[in-house]
């Protein structure tokens, strides 16, 4: 059980509004925020204020009912058209984590597939419905990644993690952080190494943050000692999130994970990926095809308050970065684990879980 909630809707769909922790603030400030308009939701997901591919998505599901309150009173054909407006507008927030237009395709679908005949109130209390449950299905995701990749591990391991793929990414448990919690709640003794994961620190910020909450040891290491770490032989196992993973296996996440997997095959170091079925997108054919979103250089040359490279210097921030196939031990989703995933070994374990998905 999380102890704290990265995202909740408070109250009905006329008049309730999301609250999200403004994981800007951490591991200084702990606060929530209220999105009460599209606006405000879009400028909380642009500036990681939630972020994590599921937490866009669960935020971004709720989005589309807080966007569509004014049109409650509307004729069906309007409310129609504004739903398709915020899933349209919310889309348009981040480009990389596939979770965000997972979650504002279901909500479309979910819409389009109602009875024309039915009033705007109707269609709205429908669309909380919706989100919520993408919500609960996000938290037993987790549990369930948190069960499958609990069997990878063994008392006494060591863990190298990158980014945040916890609680804080996720409305459950988290992702790469779920089979560590799992394994701390079976009585496992599981350290880890948190990568700070720059510029925008997540890993130090959030990874060390959650971890210190639930009383897992954690050492925090700058993203360039992972190297020498591993060479200490201090690592067991790499385990990390994802934001999309395309047909082939090849997955993209945070940037610096291709660095750390590169590491860990040379190190001879399983490198494992958790993530939930939502983070795969069967329609590209190879990580080659994934947008990756190029973020602000005021983030490398002005982070946190301080400048620290000279004025007017050029930058190149890339958010993100595609991990290969041969490079992934295993991917762990909520259905179990895929062993040196290939193509064929992806549709298998995804059309078995949920035929007609692959
Ligand atoms: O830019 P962020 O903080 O949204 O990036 C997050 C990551 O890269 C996570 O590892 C990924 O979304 C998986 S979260 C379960």
Redesign the pocket.
Known sequence: MALYQTLRWLGDAATGNLLLID?TLLPGRYEEISCQTQEQLWEAIRS?RV??????GVAAAYGVVTGTQQFRDASPQKFRDAVRDVCQYLATS?P??V?LFWALNRMQTSCDAMPSTHPATFLHDQLLEQARCIDQEDKDMCLAIGRHGNELLRSGMSLLT?????GL??AGD????APIFAAAAAGKAIHVFADE?RP?L?GAR?TAWELQQRAIPVTLICDNMAGQVMREGRVDLVI????RIAANGDA????G?YSVAVLARHHNIPFCI???SS?FDLSLDSGAGIPI?Q?PASEITDGFGRTTAPSGVDVYNP??DVTPAELITALITEHGVIHHPTRELIRQHLAQASPGMA
């Open positions: 994981q990681l972020r994590g591919a599921p937490a866009i981040r990389t984590a979770n990158h980014c945040n793929a916890g990414a996720t988290g992702t790469a952080l994961t925008l997540q959030l990390t999130g994802a934001d993209a996440n945070k940037i994970t958790a993530a939930p983070t979103e973020r958010a993100f």
